[in-house]
């Protein structure tokens, strides 16, 4: 069965930075390419990023390009997300997603990313 | 970016009922169009893929058909746990874009 468990969600001030984690199992992880989810409060779903099976290519909403970083170890069954310079409109639940034929097949239980002074 | 519009944004059904809710794509997507359910405090989970497969484990009350632009989700019968909000996804073109979502209540 297919885990997802995210973590390093928090409460963080404007401008500060916070990494997210999320590990993988159930799967063969370094074969899928893997993506970066978030819902504002009360709102919709919108991408994030995302990161090829090997790591050769990643991908940026316009919103976070140049403050977010997507990662990857295949060795560890880990996905990152590396945010700097944090803004309150980033403030969301952060879903770890694994990414089969061009569907979003499977979903981690998310994690909350507060951003307030 | 591909921009997708749902409609409606919510609606108000009762059990039994056949619900349809549409999905616009501001340019063709072929059938790169899958469609999610979301609880309330739940992660979003995949109901419909490559615009009419159903996922494995979905009841055969839910469907989907369209191509090129225009897409549908229908329930037929609709059951007390099927009260979620609908998203449809473009998977066509980077990055991937999500309708606003339809939240069906209950009547």
């Known amino acids: 069965e297919v885990h997802l468990v995210e973590s390093g969600g928090g409460l963080v001030q404007p401008g500060g930075s916070l990494r997210l984690s999320c590990s993988a199992s159930g799967f063969t992880f370094s074969t899928y390419a893997m993506h970066w989810v978030r819902q504002a409060p009360g709102k919709g779903l919108e991408f994030v990023s995302a990161?090829?099976?090997?790591?050769?290519?990643?991908y940026y909403a316009d919103s976070v390009k140049g403050r977010f970083t997507i990662s990857r170890d295949n060795s560890k069954n880990t996905l990152f997300l590396q945010m700097s310079s944090l803004k309150s409109e980033d403030t969301a639940m952060y879903y770890c997603v694994k990414e089969r034929t061009s569907c979003y097949i499977s979903w981690g239980q998310g994690t909350l990313v507060t951003v307030s002074s | 970016d591909i921009q997708m519009t749902q409609s409606p944004s919510s609606l108000s059904a009762s059990v039994g009922d056949r619900v349809t809710i549409t999905c616009r794509a501001s340019?063709?997507?072929?059938?790169?169009l899958n469609w999610y359910q979301q609880k309330p405090g739940e992660a979003p989970k995949v109901l419909i893929y490559s615009a009419s497969s159903l996922q494995s484990g979905v009841p055969s009350r839910f469907s989907g058909s369209g191509s090129g632009t225009d897409f549908t989700l229908t329930i037929n019968s609709l059951q007390p746990e099927d009260f979620a909000t609908y998203y449809c996804?473009?998977?066509?073109?980077?990055?991937?874009?999500f309708g606003q979502g339809t939240k069906v209540e209950i009547e």
């Open positions: 990161i090829t099976n090997d790591g050769g290519m990643t």
């Open positions: 996804q473009q998977t066509n073109g980077n990055p991937y874009t």
């Open positions: 340019q063709t997507i072929s059938s790169y």
